[in-house]
């Protein structure tokens, strides 16, 4: 099966029905990076930057960083790179960065609140993204996003690092593309405020679900209890994709989800056009959509999704779709 995987690498990932679907892979480290060319992926859809810090034994100085997103856009030779800010705090834990200890770590100071909290280390990090990709495009995104106002926030701080790199005569990025990730369910209700204030939205998929059913990603007690292709989680992934489309912004998904061949499925039923997952996953979900017609999916899923009474998991409704087609 790998063998067959491979043939597909450079096959345009269109569905049977003519979508062209964007897909890209995950990474974090310099040796995920021959994958790019390895999976046929288009780009790096989602790029752990806390991995390098996670492996450092003390905190990575801007130059260390730049060097390594220098390297890491060298590497992707031309394809797009989506460097995610630090999202420490929670399961991603940082050695030499002690904070207090916490009782709810996942709802605690991690990520974007983190880096809000500490804003040398965060333009310390736009500092060093902006210089690699001097002359290039720079496509950045923020993880756990709450309040539109903090990626306002984000925004002031980036303009502050442009204008001070443009004062010293440094090259600038040729285009920046300035993203959020969605993944606390609190963004479902800024929706258009989200979309009107960014370039892209990324679902994440992993939090968004724990934070949605209230259930501990890294619980194995409860974290398989609800499935992603319930009726709750999908309706809302349904929102986000229309919201995206009333307001042209393009929304993508980068959870693990979409790494999965049914809900990745699924995910182009409901109307997604562009997911990341990790490398290994690109040839599998590649073969699925060559043989899907999504339009004739979504019918079925919006019937499914829109339906109150019934009481038939879609689970069962989508893997009897796959047998069928
Ligand atoms: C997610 O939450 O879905 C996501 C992609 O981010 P991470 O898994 O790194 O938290
Ligand atoms: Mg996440």
Known sequence: RQEQFRALRDVEPVTKDGKRIRLQMNAGLLVDLPQLAESGAEGIGLFRTELQFMIASTMPKMEEQEAFYRNVMKQAAGKPVTFRT???????VVPYFRAAEEENPALGWRAIRLSLDRPGLLRTQLRAMLRASAGEELKLMLPMVTEVSELRQVRGLLQKEIQRQSKSGEQLPRKLQFGAMLEVPALLWQ????????????VGSNDLFQFTMAVDRGNARVSDRFDVLGRPFLRMLRDIVRAGDRSGTSVTLCGEMASKPLPAMALLGI???SVSMSPTAVG?????LLALDADKLGEMLNVALDDTKSQQPVRELLTAFAAEH
């Open 284 to 288: 599998p979900v590649k073969a699925m």
């Open 191 to 202: 929706l258009d405020e989200l979309m009107s204030e960014v370039d892209f939205v990324s």
């Open 86 to 92: 630090l999202d420490i705090g929670g399961d991603k």
């Open 271 to 273: 109307g997604f056009r």
